[in-house]
């Protein structure tokens, strides 16, 4: 089992930046690829971007060029780094990790963190 907890969000103005954070607990040597996806309100939640944990990321089209997702495995925590955020970025942001099991995979979800930019 782990847990995640988010951190970083925020308001800021459109063409601003910010750094979020998701730190994981628990048995954190069990988890294989993160993720960050986001919900905006009234719309399906989607994926931002994914990290391995040799480093290995992949990305939405819609932040490409403009966020980046790293990972700390000493740390046990990734980070999405957003610049030139738009209006559109606007939403709940949260972290997701695989962890591996006997039988599989199972997903952890954390709280989610604010993202609100305004125009």
């Known amino acids: 089992q782990v847990q995640l907890v988010e951190s970083g969000g925020g308001l800021v103005q459109a063409g601003g930046s910010l750094r979020l954070s998701c730190a994981a607990s628990?048995?954190?040597?069990?988890?294989?690829?993160m993720a960050w996806y986001r919900q905006a309100q009234g719309k399906r939640r989607e994926l931002v971007a994914t990290?391995?944990?040799?480093?290995?990321?992949t990305y939405a089209d819609y932040v490409k060029g403009r966020f980046t997702i790293s990972r700390d495995n000493g740390r046990s925590t990734i980070y999405l780094q957003m610049n030139s955020l738009e209006p559109e970025d606007t939403a709940v942001y949260y972290c997701?990790?695989?962890?591996?099991?006997?039988?599989?995979?199972?997903?952890?979800w954390g709280q989610g963190t604010q993202v609100t930019v305004s125009s």
């Open positions: 997701n990790a695989d962890y591996i099991t006997r039988v599989g995979t199972q997903t952890f």
């Open positions: 628990g048995n954190t040597f069990k988890i294989n690829d």
């Open positions: 990290v391995q944990p040799i480093g290995t990321t």
